[in-house]
Each structure stands twice: as structure tokens, then as C-alpha cells.
């Protein structure tokens, strides 16, 4: 049977508060379970490079605390 998994946090936007880069363990900041948490981070291309303060799209979920991110699409800029 296949493992199960968690789409939890995909689609959700999150601001990055450590560099995330290929090579290195950057950080989102996400909404999580009724408040925010930090997560572990890494460009879902392997080789984006998203600074401080950007807007990142979470496109996939690898408990217990990682994600990997996209550029936010302009459709969902304020």
C-alpha cells in the first residue's frame, strides 16, 4: 500500500526568513495549525534563490519539517 501524503501545507505562502538556495538548509515562515511555525526550506527547481522577506509558494510537503518552495505566482501577489 502506498504511503500516504500530506498535502497540508501545499499551496500555502510563506515568507522566507532564511536564504533559501541550492546547497544550503534556507527558512519559510508558514501558517500551522492556528498560528506560524518555521520550516526547514529548499527551491523545489534545485536551482532558485529566494532572499529574505520574498513570498514563496509551498509546493510540497516532507514532514515532519520541510518544505519546498516556488516563486509566488503574480496571480497570487498583493
Known sequence: ???AV???LTGKIGRVT???APGTIGEVMLP???GTS???AYPFDKTSVFAV???V???YFEPP???YVDELPDVLQE
Open 1 to 3: 500500500m502506498p504511503r
Open 6 to 8: 500530506d498535502r497540508s
Open 18 to 20: 532564511g536564504t533559501v
Open 32 to 34: 500551522f495549525h492556528g
Open 38 to 40: 518555521a520550516f526547514f
Open 53 to 55: 522577506g520574498e513570498k
Open 57 to 59: 509558494l509551498v509546493i
Open 65 to 67: 519539517q520541510s518544505v
